[in-house]
Nanobody
């Protein structure tokens, strides 16, 4: 079994920065792909960023490219999402996800709220 725990959300003004963390525990050896998704009120969950854990190949949604950076600390089994130049439209609950591949993201965290005020 795998557990993912996010932290780092909060309230920030537009133009500010936040760093989200997602720490994995349990049977993590097969978690080849890890990523971030978000869900704003009244909207469907959307992709934000993805990384392969080995090789660290990264993919970003167009809406966050150049502002968000996904990274990881392999020794701590933790993934990060550094968010800069935040906009009110970035307000959402952010979830980390992990799995064997992008189409097999079977494990999800509980979510962390990010609120960006204008």
């Amino acid at each position: 079994q795998v557990q993912l725990v996010e932290s780092g959300g909060g309230l920030v003004q537009a133009g500010g920065s936040l760093r989200l963390s997602c720490t994995a525990s349990g049977s993590t050896v097969y978690l080849n792909v890890r990523g971030w998704f978000r869900q704003a009120p009244g909207k469907e969950r959307e992709f934000v960023a993805l990384s392969t854990y080995v090789g660290h190949n990264r993919v970003y949604a167009d809406s966050v490219k150049g502002r968000f950076t996904i990274s990881r600390d392999r020794t701590a089994n933790t993934m990060y999402l550094q968010m800069t130049s935040l906009k009110p439209e970035d307000t959402a609950v952010y979830y980390c996800a992990a799995g064997r591949s992008r189409s097999e993201l079977n494990f999800w965290g509980q979510g962390t709220q990010v609120t960006v005020s204008a």
